[in-house]
């Protein structure tokens, strides 16, 4: 079959090439019917002999003169399809997002994306260079830190909150300046004389846990600073804590956050990057 299937393609080929060497012949008339020495058109044409397309002027020098824009911009039919072919967008060469003017910021839905962290300012990851990445951070400090964490602001222990308060009424109480007393390297103040006391007899027993440091940062490796009024007594000791969100994720797992953090302190002090927010808390 194959050979036969050759033998029948070659003879196909020769025959096609015998037909196509065959000359077609024309009179001359047929040929040109302006070919003679004197011009037969002439009567009719008197310019055919100089010019076989005198029926259009024009053609010598434009094929195209039908559409006698088309040599100078092919899309004519379009005059702006040169310039810009997005042109039924006028605005989509210089944004492709112009149909949607917030798209130069994929992250446009949740203004907060830009700060995976801003939902827990003391989070460990992914922002754990800065545990406090919310927008309310207004400083930061170099290690190495004080025992007790210090307001800037107020030179303060632990904001100015009484801490023998916690134990006695059950909530965050303000200090008095007529009630100061200097222990560890800050000043602690206390909402009365009998507090006050009540301290300076066995401070380790009202001061918090990691000299008053966020327990939820501190579990993660992190300094930050507290609200007085984020806190909780466990097991007869005062923990505190950056704020109320941050609190209600600690006590998630007080036992396994108590003991990460106490892995941690207090060399962390000498690690870490502090960081601090403003609070108005004794109002």
Request: charged share 20%.
């Amino acid at each position: 079959m194959k050979i036969k299937y050759l033998t029948a393609f070659v003879a196909s080929a020769v025959l096609s090439v015998g037909v196509a060497s065959l000359p077609t012949i024309f009179s001359p008339a047929q040929a040109n019917p302006c070919a003679a020495e004197v011009d037969p058109c002439a009567a009719i044409d008197p310019c055919a002999a100089v010019d076989p397309c005198a029926a259009n002027p024009c053609a010598a020098v434009d094929p195209c003169a039908a559409k006698p824009c088309a040599a100078v911009d092919p899309c004519a039919a379009d005059p702006c399809a040169a310039v810009d072919p997005c042109a039924a967008d006028p605005c989509a060469a210089v944004d492709p997002c112009a149909a949607n003017p917030c798209a130069a910021d994929p992250c446009a839905a949740d203004p907060c994306a830009a700060d995976p962290c801003a939902a827990n300012p003391c989070a460990a990851d992914p922002c754990a260079a800065n545990p406090c990445a919310a927008a309310d951070v207004v400083s930061a400090a170099e290690p190495p830190h004080p025992e007790v964490y210090i307001e800037g602001s107020s030179d303060l222990a632990i904001r100015g909150a009484d801490p023998v308060a916690y134990f006695t009424m059950g909530e965050a109480v303000a200090g008095l300046p007529q009630y100061e007393y200097e222990w560890n390297g800050a000043t602690w103040r206390f909402s009365s004389a009998a507090n006050k006391e009540a301290f300076k007899a066995e401070p380790e027993a009202f001061a918090p846990a990691y000299g008053g440091y966020c327990a939820k940062a501190m579990s993660e490796g992190n300094v930050a600073s507290v609200d007085p009024r984020a806190w909780k007594i466990v097991d007869g000791k005062l923990y505190l804590n950056y704020s109320q969100e941050v609190q209600e994720q600690w006590v998630q797992d007080i036992p396994g956050n108590i003991e990460k953090a106490d892995a941690m302190w207090p060399s962390v002090l000498t690690e870490k990057t502090f960081y601090e927010n403003q609070v108005s808390w004794a109002e």
